[in-house]
């Protein structure tokens, strides 16, 4: 079966770091585009990282640009989102997801991925 699990959630103050962690089994790890999500209480969820996605885009929605850090380890099926300078809008439960046949213009989008974890939250307070 395949399985994500994401973990390193936590909370930190604001201008805190947490480093996520998204490791994978079930499948030909190298075959597949992870993303990272988070949905927000209320709110829809959104896009923000995906790594050498759709033959070799990174991708970071603008709003965490310059301050997350997506990497990848295919030795080790992992997959990580290094998250500095934290802002309490970062507050959310962050999803990893993954899928094999990503292309450039949906990659930001959860509906484009077949499979996911099952979150880790995220608090970041002020």
């Known amino acids: 079966d395949v399985q994500l699990q994401a973990s390193g959630g936590g909370s930190v103050q604001a201008g805190g770091s947490l480093r996520l962690s998204c490791a994978a089994s079930?499948?030909?790890?190298?075959?597949?585009?992870i993303g990272w999500f988070r949905q927000a209480p209320g709110k829809e969820r959104e896009g923000v990282s995906c790594v050498s996605c759709a033959a070799g885009t990174t991708y970071y929605v603008d709003s965490v640009k310059g301050r997350f850090a997506i990497s990848r380890d295919n030795a080790e099926n992992t997959v990580y989102l290094q998250m500095n300078s934290l802002k309490p809008e970062d507050t959310a439960r962050y999803y990893c997801a993954a899928d094999g046949h990503l292309i450039l213009s949906t990659l930001r989008y959860a509906s484009a991925y077949d499979y996911w974890g099952q979150g880790t939250k995220v608090t970041v307070s002020s």
């Open positions: 079930g499948f030909t790890f190298d075959e597949y585009d």
